[in-house]
């Protein structure tokens, strides 16, 4: 008799242990689900640093040539990186303050909105227009 309830004791444990197992292994499927999407994110997070990076560097434009080629380098893949880029460096005083960092004073007087009195329009330039007013 005390064979049997050792017996019983003994695939009790066994029952829980496996079950305890199935349990652990199950919590950690999740949180290796957990550290992929993870790192689907900080992979993404530093690309997007990369780029912004590499865009600051374009910064501020100083010929109209720069003005032509960035608005060419625009395109709706690429546009919200450059509105990020951007509005990191309009921070903290705003555009009116910090519009230098974007254009230079020379390529400013270059420029109006609609390129009237002599100016070449900023408008015909959609891509980089848009992305400067999408900020």
């Known amino acids: 008799m005390l064979q049997k309830r050792m ?9 829980t242990i496996l079950q305890d197992n199935k349990l652990l292994r ?22 997007h640093i990369a780029e912004e ?12 040539e720069e ?10 893949d690429n546009r919200e990186c450059y509105v990020n880029t951007m509005k990191s460096l309009f921070r903290p005083a705003g555009v009116v303050k910090n519009l230098k960092e974007i254009l230079t004073d020379a390529i400013v007087q270059e420029y109006n909105i609609y390129g009237i009195h002599g100016k070449k329009s900023l408008r015909s330039l959609e891509n980089f227009y848009s992305t400067l007013i999408g900020m």
């Open 26 to 47: 199950d919590k950690l499927r999740i949180c290796m689900e957990v550290v992929v999407d993870m790192k689907v994110v900080v992979n993404k997070w530093n690309r």
């Open 67 to 76: 003005v032509e080629c960035l608005n060419a380098e625009i395109n709706n």
């Open 53 to 64: 990076t590499v865009l600051t560097a374009k910064f501020p434009l100083s010929s109209v």
């Open 7 to 15: 017996e019983e004791m003994l695939d009790d444990m066994k029952e």
